[in-house]
């Protein structure tokens, strides 16, 4: 058993209290075996943080995003309209999500079907615990060693957002390289638009081994990410250069709850 | 007497011509969907003035981006030139401006000149990226034939262009040195580069000859521009023009975001709605046709797509990025843009020749884009962060997904597996969803 506090929007309701933001969790950070650790990284995190949260629990439901970009616009707008209800049964205001397609649909799509919410990534909210001066880490295990940041299409491309992620790693004392390709001519980790979901077409080559050896060519200790499908892409790609000795992929709230020592 | 006519007979000709293809260009862009973006005009015309007049998304390639800010410095500061040309053209005087603007008639010429030596080195720098360089996104296989003999068109064109001028402003040069311009004066004419190009190909020439050369020179620049103007609606060169308006009214919210389908959240409200009831919703008409979902053809995309498509001039900067194409898969955003246009075309002609009903059996999808194309796209928005003329190749992928999804039920296996899993367990994958929260407690 773990020691972290997860309140769910269905007891703060019954005990007639209000969180300042809701943790979407996702299905990939809610279901996938090395997501949930993201997942539990970042619960940490504000715990330590106090922030008050609450998440949805067996509430929650997929956003929609994969089915909308499989083409499915009828299974997302049901998803989106059923989420929405309850979101608004909960008079949630503010959003958290560590899944920038999470991110991206909660934020962009949603309000054109009447749900209208303040959404952040997780690492602008873990941007502005460190502004504020709530959140401090030295750079422990992290000092000095050598960081590549992955960006996510749907966080960088998608939403313009290049500098929370970077901003968050500095905090880290470490050796942050850029990739060649970096930012928004970022290469994709070959996860969107429900790519994740199936195989990939014919081709010469995996996308994410392409992007890997992007990574790899700055000769990093630590891939960060920011997103757990590109998570999942990247280490399988470090994996495919037999490289996971040397090379760990991350997820940048791994890293600062590390660095933390949560 | 006789060259005024023909000259106005030409400049009335060539203008009539272009109209009239123009108009049939649009009538195509018509052939799309109705999608309003007239909201924000202030950010449009930023949008236009910083993105199309600005170029600024050119130098993102600094090498490509810089040659072409000079060949389009240099077209637009030749259209000064125009005027006087047009001028003299009509009334049959020669060089209508020079006398009443001096100094700056000579810094303006000037000015066209050096940007004409630069056009003159990009033009050459570009045929030899196309040709000898062998850039991989100009090798593309949907580069080959028409395309590629395009983009080596418009450069041929530009290279006698530039010709044109300096035989033009040369003989000019030594004419008037010798008093023998129809302008008076003496010494040189005092231009940039012709004062010293001028006399040193054309000096040693006879008068009579430079003459004739001067005139050709002359009509053979109006001549170019006339035929270049006239060439655009059969080319892709025609983004010149349509970069204004395709840079207009472009999308202006983030690029991670979907249109919203307002038929579809018709349908799904009524479906959520206990209260609602299926008899009450009227009818549908008498023949009317059913709403497609998604697009089957350039008829199902929106007006604003096939602008896109008609703007595009196929410079593979999306291609590039695109990470399905550059891990060699079947995708090419560049080549969805060339299909919409190309098929737009034909729809449009058939249309044109055989009335609004016109049905020739063939789709966009189908004919020109295959499903595995389609497929392979990781909507990372690549191509659309790369167009320096803001076209969105995207929102048409995935409006022919939603066709092959929602119309014919047409997706990869694991992608129908997926659907069931959300619909069943609210997540993509087949876990229970009263596990959703499993993680709190697990080591």
């Known amino acids: 058993m773990s020691n972290i506090k997860v309140p769910t929007m269905a007891e703060m309701m019954a005990a007639g209290e209000k969180p300042d933001v809701l943790f979407w969790v996702g299905c990939a950070g809610s279901f996938d075996d090395r997501a949930k650790k993201i997942t539990k990284a970042f619960v940490k995190l504000l715990n330590h943080c106090n922030v008050k949260f609450a998440v949805l629990g067996t509430e929650e439901s997929c956003t929609g995003d994969p089915a909308r970009r499989a083409g499915n616009e009828f299974l997302f707008q049901m998803q989106a309209m059923m989420n929405i209800q309850v979101l608004d049964g909960y008079e949630i205001n503010k959003i958290v999500t560590a899944c920038p397609h999470c991110f991206n649909t909660l934020k962009n799509e949603y309000p054109d079907l009447g749900g209208n919410y303040e959404v952040v990534h997780h690492t602008q909210l873990l941007e502005q615990l460190f502004n504020d001066g709530i959140l401090k880490v030295e750079g422990g295990s992290f000092k000095g060693k050598k960081i590549t940041f992955h960006d996510p299409c749907y966080l960088g491309r998608g939403n313009g957002e290049y500098e929370a992620p970077r901003m968050v790693l500095e905090k880290l004392d470490a050796e942050l390289v850029e990739m060649k390709r970096c930012k928004s001519k970022g290469l994709c980790c070959g996860a969107g638009g429900a790519q994740m979901f199936k195989e990939a077409e014919k081709g010469n080559k995996e996308i994410n081994v392409e992007r890997t050896g992007d990574a790899l060519a700055t000769n990093p200790n630590i891939i960060a990410t920011g997103c757990p499908f590109c998570n999942t892409m990247m280490t399988d790609g470090v994996k495919s250069f037999n490289k996971e000795e040397e090379v760990e992929v991350m997820d940048i709230a791994e890293m600062i709850a590390n660095a933390a020592d949560l | ?443």
């Open chain 2, 1 to 443: 007497m006789v060259s005024n006519i023909i000259f106005l007979l030409l400049t009335l000709g060539a203008g009539i011509f272009f109209a009239l293809n123009i108009r049939k260009i649009i009538q195509k862009i018509k052939l799309g969907k109705s999608v309003d973006r007239t909201d924000q005009k202030k950010l449009r015309w930023k949008t236009m003035a910083k993105v199309a007049m600005g170029q600024s998304k050119m130098t993102r390639k600094p090498i490509a981006g810089t040659f072409h800010i000079f060949i389009y410095l240099a077209f637009v500061i030749t259209q000064i030139e125009l005027i006087e040309i047009l001028v003299d053209g009509i009334f049959g005087t020669h060089r209508f401006f020079q006398p009443s603007l001096g100094g700056l008639y000579v810094l303006s010429i000037s000015i066209i000149e050096i940007l004409s030596v630069l056009a003159l080195i990009a033009t050459f720098v570009f045929l030899a990226r196309r040709n000898l360089l062998k850039i991989p996104r100009f090798q593309m296989p949907e580069m080959k034939g028409w395309p590629k003999l395009d983009g080596n068109i418009i450069l041929y064109m530009e290279f006698v262009l530039v010709m044109c001028i300096f035989t033009m402003n040369g003989t000019d040069e030594v004419l008037f040195a010798r008093g023998e311009s129809h302008l008076a004066g003496e010494g040189s004419l005092g231009f940039a580069v012709s004062s010293w190009f001028g006399p040193m190909v054309f000096g040693g020439m006879e008068t009579s000859t430079l003459h004739i050369l001067e005139r050709v020179g002359w009509w053979g620049h109006i001549i170019m521009v006339f035929s270049f103007l006239n060439y655009l609606p059969f080319s892709k060169h025609l983004h010149i023009l349509l970069a204004f308006p395709n840079t207009f009214f472009s999308k202006l919210t983030p690029m991670g975001k979907m249109t919203n389908m307002e038929s579809v959240t018709k349908e799904v409200k009524l479906m959520l709605d206990p209260a609602a009831d299926p008899f009450a919703a009227p009818a549908p008409e008498e023949g009317a046709v059913p709403q497609r979902f998604g697009a089957k053809d350039v008829n199902d995309l929106s007006w604003v797509n096939i602008l896109n498509a008609y703007t595009c001039t196929e410079c593979g900067r999306c291609s590039e990025a695109c990470p399905a194409n550059t891990t060699g898969k079947l995708l090419s955003p560049r080549k969805i843009m060339m299909d919409v246009r190309d098929r737009a075309e034909e729809l449009g002609e058939g249309i044109r020749k055989n009335g609004a009903d016109y049905n020739d059996g063939k789709s966009l999808l189908g004919d020109y884009i295959t499903e595995e194309e389609l497929w392979a796209c990781t909507s990372c928005n690549a191509c659309v962060q790369e167009c320096p003329v803001l076209i969105d190749p995207l929102e048409i992928i995935l409006d022919l997904r939603r066709f092959l999804v929602m119309e014919e039920s047409k997706m990869p296996a694991e992608l129908a597996t997926m659907n069931t899993n959300i619909e069943n367990n609210q997540a993509p994958w087949q876990f229970s969803p009263t596990d959703r929260l499993n993680w709190k407690d697990e080591a």
